[in-house]
């Protein structure tokens, strides 16, 4: 058997797909330009890794889900208000995954809590981190078909399974008794055992009209959330109706005017 197809067999048992493809064209630039042995060997060695590197990337990307991608180098520091800049930069060393800390990001719609999840999900996929990002009524969704199915304890086994999960848009919709008890067991699943990023538009004092009024439920998940977090508050403007503005689309001004009336009318109704 020639040399070559020697090296090619040797490859495939140790799986060193990449090193097969190439060692040819690396010979050749190390024969040309004199490479020491040692240096050949790296550089064979560094191709392999960077291939296997980009390709996790792009598979625990892909098992991510992210209906966007977003980083923290877009994230606009100046128009959010309430967002640390050098807690973001702490949390984005992702520390946070190593202790299985949660974090939670609370603000009105448009303020940049879905990006700002995103983008630290995305930089720990970057890091080879197992990360899942999923709205609450995809979440509840899908435990609610599991339970019917008879697989509710392999989709919790599922979803505790990745180190960062992000779970979006707790709030936008109030969840029965079954819903609110499917969020406690998966709340309870991760506790200290991975990492989960909230996001929601309603402050901690209103969470119990979430979970169908339930207190004792909704102490519960609080105090499994809150016991290893890092709490972050943004206000100010949605982006997307600056994003408007910046077009010419109406001024921000008649936003703030409607939805001030709205909340007002909101109060009267929960006076009534």
């Not at 060393?93 to 939670?104: G, P, V």
């Not at 009024?213 to 709490?231: N, P, Q």
Request: with cysteine; net charge positive; glycine share 4%.
């Amino acid at each position: 058997m020639e040399l070559s197809n020697k090296i090619i067999e040797l490859c495939k048992e140790l799986k060193l797909s990449t090193i097969s493809e190439r060692y040819h064209d690396v010979a050749a630039i190390a024969a040309k330009e004199n490479w020491q042995y040692i240096q050949f060997l790296h550089e064979l060695l560094q191709l392999e890794s960077d291939i296997r590197m980009n390709r996790s990337k792009s598979t625990l990307t892909k098992f991510a889900g992210f209906p966007a991608i977003k980083t923290l180098e877009q994230f606009d520091y100046a128009f959010s208000v309430g967002v640390n800049r050098k807690q973001i930069e702490e949390l984005a060393s992702l520390i946070f995954i190593k202790k299985r800390e949660n974090i939670i990001l609370l603000g009105q719609s448009g303020v940049g809590k879905t990006h700002l999840a995103i983008a630290l999900a995305y930089k720990a996929v970057l890091h080879r981190y197992k990360a899942k990002f999923t709205t609450i009524s995809e979440l509840l969704s899908n435990a609610n078909k599991a339970k019917r199915e008879k697989k509710y304890d392999a989709f919790l086994k599922l979803i505790t399974n990745p180190s960062v999960l992000v779970i979006d848009e707790i709030g936008y919709f109030n969840m029965n008794k079954e819903e609110a008890n499917h969020f406690f067991q998966i709340i309870s699943k991760r506790y200290e055992k991975g990492s989960t990023i909230l996001t929601s538009n309603l402050v901690f004092s209103k969470w119990t009209q979430i979970f169908a009024g339930d207190k004792i439920v909704t102490t519960a998940i609080l105090d499994r959330v809150l016991h290893h977090s890092h709490i972050i508050n943004i206000q100010g403007d949605s982006y997307r109706l600056k994003e408007k503005k910046d077009h010419g689309v109406g001024s921000l001004e008649a936003y703030k005017l409607e939805a001030k009336t709205s909340n007002k009318l909101a109060e009267n109704i929960e006076a009534v």
